[in-house]
């Protein structure tokens, strides 16, 4: 476990999600996923339009979760294959009216966060991966226009960073960091 150190104190779901990429082989229960995606479903979103959607698959399904695995770029499959579940999250851009929906992202992103700290809750751990190939996930899954892969989750119990291939050995033993608070908060106005 890689809690993270903070200056000041923050929840211990916030402290201890991470983006690991060993995994156990143990599966996650359909029940445990449900509740994952219900945790995502109370997100906050603009006018309530709760644009997020998610395909996913087991471990277990082979071939669909294949075809995760085969839309991942090849610095992700390595890894990603030995997650439980391999999960698409998409978004719908526009308004149920037809109108542009400017905040699906960030609503997305709502709906991911309350997925992974749910899923931390819970002792699993979660990676976020952008390294996918998005217009072939919008062929192989047959997404309609309106429907924009954004990110795909690699999702599972922490497994021993031993058993994995450099360069993810190295970045799995890395300390956490971020930038310090002074460089993303501003009061008032950003600095010149």
Known sequence: MKSAPT?????????????????????????????????ASWAA???????????????????????MVDCLMPGNQPWAKNAAVLILSLTKTHYANGTPNGAALH????????????????G???HFMGGFDRAKAKEVFQLPDDLQPAVMIALGY???????????????????????????????????
């Open 45 to 67: 979103s603009a006018m309530n339009e709760q644009p997020w959607r998610y395909i996913y698959a087991h471990r277990a399904d082979t071939a669909a979760f294949q075809k």
């Open 124 to 126: 699993l751990h979660g």
């Open 158 to 192: 922490l497994g021993a960073a031993e058993h994995l291939e450099e360069p993810f050995l190295s970045r799995e033993s890395t300390a956490r960091q971020r930038k310090p608070l002074a460089e993303i908060a501003f009061q008032n106005q950003l600095p010149e």
């Open 107 to 122: 609503d997305l992103g709502l709906a991911n966060g309350n997925l992974i700290l749910e899923a931390t809750a819970l």
């Open 7 to 39: 200056e000041y104190p923050v929840h211990e779901l916030i402290r201890n999600r991470w983006s690991p990429r060993a995994f156990t082989d143990q599966a996650v229960a359909p029940e445990t996923v449900g509740q994952l995606f219900e945790a």
